[in-house]
């Protein structure tokens, strides 16, 4: 079925009519413009469907017409190219669409003329004088659809909302995994630090003094550690 960006146009253009009755064309309808089996008798007698009849109707109509308009295409388009050809064909027919100039543009790669093309396709034939005349409606029709054609996509499922699973353990958490290496560089910049200082601190004192000073850090840290020992074995702390 086609994107949900071609299915609402289609929804606003078309509406949602549960009773039987003539679009603008005089052709019998039902639903968002289905019509194949509706008939006049059938608008003449009130014939109705309910919500979920309608909502079948118009996933078994989209998919037909998907399929007939991708029959026709020689390379292959966008879902947003797709939809607002399929939006397209769904209105005029496939005859008309074949024979379309949105078409011919497309088949030779050339998306601006096809844009171009879709406000070709504003008339409607009057049931009263057989003559085609101009349709505010369907003007406004085709400027959604040649929009629709040319909107960029940014994904197989723009516009719709990810799934995202939770994560099983906390280090599988991107804020725990933030914070990880958040804190790896932190440590890496203090040894680095750490380094540099040293590396100066030999530069300024000269090479014999660094591993005085270090070994007498050494022995000092030991001996805290040594006299705490102590302390808690005397009972002191």
Request: hydrophobic share 45%.
């Amino acid at each position: 079925m086609i994107n949900a960006a071609g299915a609402n146009l289609i929804s606003q253009s078309e509406s949602i009519q549960l009773r039987a009755y003539f679009c603008p064309a005089g052709v019998p309808t039902i639903g968002r413009g289905h019509t194949k089996g509706i008939t006049a008798q059938m608008v003449h007698d009130g014939y109705t469907i309910t919500v979920a009849q309608e909502q079948a109707l118009f996933a078994a109509d989209m998919e037909e017409w998907e399929r007939n308009v991708r029959g026709v295409l020689t390379r292959t388009p966008n879902e947003n190219q797709l939809a607002a050809m399929v939006s397209l064909a769904f209105n005029v027919g496939m005859p008309g669409f074949a024979a379309s100039s949105v078409l011919r543009a497309f088949n030779r790669n050339d998306d601006q003329a096809a844009y171009r093309a879709f406000g070709l396709w504003n008339k409607i034939t009057d049931p009263k004088t057989g003559k085609k005349v101009a349709s505010n409606g369907l003007s406004i029709r085709r400027a959604k659809e040649a929009a629709l054609y040319l909107a960029p996509v940014f994904g197989s499922s723009a516009g719709m909302p990810q799934a995202v699973e939770p994560p099983k353990t906390m280090a599988e958490s991107t804020i725990n995994r933030a914070g990880m290496v958040a804190g790896g560089t932190t440590a890496v910049a203090a040894i680095s630090e750490a380094g540099n200082a040293i590396a100066t601190l030999k530069y300024s004192l000269g090479d014999w003094l660094v591993p005085v000073l270090l070994v007498v850090a050494i022995a000092a840290i030991g001996y805290i550690v040594w006299e705490r020992f102590n302390q808690r074995e005397r009972g002191i702390a």
